[in-house]
Nanobody, 127 residues
Framework: QVQLVESGGGSVQAGGSLRLSCAAS????????MAWFRQAPGKERESVAT????????YYNDSVKGRFTISRDNAKNTVYLQMNSLKPEDTAAYYC????????????????????WGQGTQVTVSS
C-alpha cells in the first residue's frame, strides 16, 4: 500500500491560484500512475487530472483544461496540481491517488482504477 499525503489546499478568491502537492512513500514512485480527484459536498468523486509514470502523458477533465496542470517529480516522490484561474465551482476536497498495480494503459480516470488514496485537502474558492 502506498502512503499519500496531500498539502497546499486553502481558501482563495475567484481568479486566484493554488498549488497542491502529494508526497508518496515507497521506492518505486516512478512506477505509479498518479492522479488527482475531487469531491464536492453532495456530489460523487470525479477525476481532475492523471499523469503517466514518466510524466509524458497527461489527462484533464474538460472542466479544468487550460487552467490546471498536473506534474510529477519522480526524484522527490511527489506529484503536483497547479491550479490557476480558480472558480467557485472548483471548491471541493481534493484527493491524490496512486495506481501501483500492473497497468496496460498509461492513463486511468476512474476511482476504481486507483488503490491508494490520500486523506484529502480542502480547496475553497469564493466569488
Amino acid at each position: 500500500q502506498v502512503q499519500l499525503v496531500e498539502s497546499g489546499g486553502g481558501s482563495v478568491q475567484a481568479g486566484g491560484s493554488l498549488r497542491l502537492s502529494c508526497a508518496a512513500s515507497g521506492r518505486t514512485f516512478s512506477t505509479y500512475i498518479m492522479a488527482w480527484f475531487r469531491q464536492a459536498p453532495g456530489k460523487e468523486r470525479e477525476s481532475v487530472a492523471t499523469i503517466s509514470r514518466s510524466g509524458d502523458i497527461t489527462y484533464y477533465n474538460d472542466s479544468v483544461k487550460g487552467r490546471f496542470t498536473i506534474s510529477r517529480d519522480n526524484a522527490k516522490n511527489t506529484v503536483y496540481l497547479q491550479m490557476n484561474s480558480l472558480k467557485p465551482e472548483d471548491t471541493a476536497a481534493y484527493y491524490c491517488a496512486a495506481r501501483s498495480t500492473y497497468s496496460t494503459k498509461s492513463i486511468y480516470t476512474q476511482t476504481a482504477d486507483f488503490g491508494s488514496w490520500g486523506q484529502g485537502t480542502q480547496v475553497t474558492v469564493s466569488s
